[in-house]
């Protein structure tokens, strides 16, 4: 058998006297036999102590004796317990059934205890003898443990595989909420890989690469103001969808070249040049022709000179 002193200690040692111990054979006498860890052997062992035979003081050689037979009684008792059961064999981390036949307090590879043939392992340990390092929360069945540590399944993540996964992870800074990435400023799409446009480009426009193209008749970074005509034709500027054109410009894209004084709402505008109403002379329409009279001519000003 197996022979372990409790503990993992040292062999025991036994001193065979010839002054304090007889014993059966001679070869014996005097010799000192070692159990050491994990040797195999058979014992028979017959000990009688000689009255009167100690009167030199061995006293406390005996005493030593004794203790030493006691522990390896002890040990013995132990072995026969721990290997004696229906099922046979010692207890080590191969026992099968999953049960350790040891005694109530005994150590499971310093990881647990026995309760009543079974291992009750510390936290962090599992196994039919507390071997195994165990991974947190059983990795929530949505994974598998690998040396105390869990290996997920695709789509979840995290130290226990309890938090969903975000597909490809999230880009630029995104972060990854109940497997969805919600992402930084500036950016956008299921990845967060995608540049974002201002204001969604107001629902009037498409995003590309982070500018907005507007639909027609809208305008701006955002798309949120009304476009001009030709964009006013670069003479003007638009307010509200209309064009407030530059001096000497007209028209609702002020393409046309403008007239003075707008021909002093006497007349109208024809390629920047005024043609006025009768009675009344270019360059603005502002004077009356000359030796026109009533009811032409409103003014008491000829064109040329005055009445």
Known sequence: MDTKPEGGGQPIKVVISEACVQ???????????????????????????VPGSCAGGCEAEFAAL???LER????????????????????????SKGTVGLLPGDSLS??????????VCDPGFTGPDCSSESCPGNCNNKGRCVNGQCVCDTGFTG???????????????GKCVNGKCVCDSGFTGPYCSTKSCPGNCSNRGKCVNGQCVCDSGFTGPDCSAKACPNNCSNKGRCVN??????????GQDCAAKGCPD????KGRCVKGRCVCRRGFAPPD???CELRKKMPYCFSNQFHGKSI
């Open 159 to 173: 130290p226990d595989c309890s938090t969903k996964a975000c597909p490809g992870n999230c880009k630029n800074g």
């Open 66 to 68: 004794r203790d030493r």
């Open 285 to 287: 329409c502002s004077q």
């Open 110 to 119: 310093n990881w647990g205890r026995c309760v009543n043939g079974q291992c």
């Open 262 to 265: 707008n021909c002093s709402n």
């Open 241 to 250: 969808g209309k064009c407030v054109c530059e001096v000497g410009f007209s």
């Open 72 to 95: 390896l009684e002890k040990e013995v008792s132990s072995l026969r317990e721990k290997c004696g059961g229906p099922e046979g064999g010692c207890c080590t981390s191969q026992q």
């Open 23 to 49: 014993v059966d054979s001679s070869q014996t006498q005097g010799k000192e036999l070692d159990l050491e860890l994990g040797s195999s052997l058979v014992l028979t062992h017959r000990i009688r102590l």
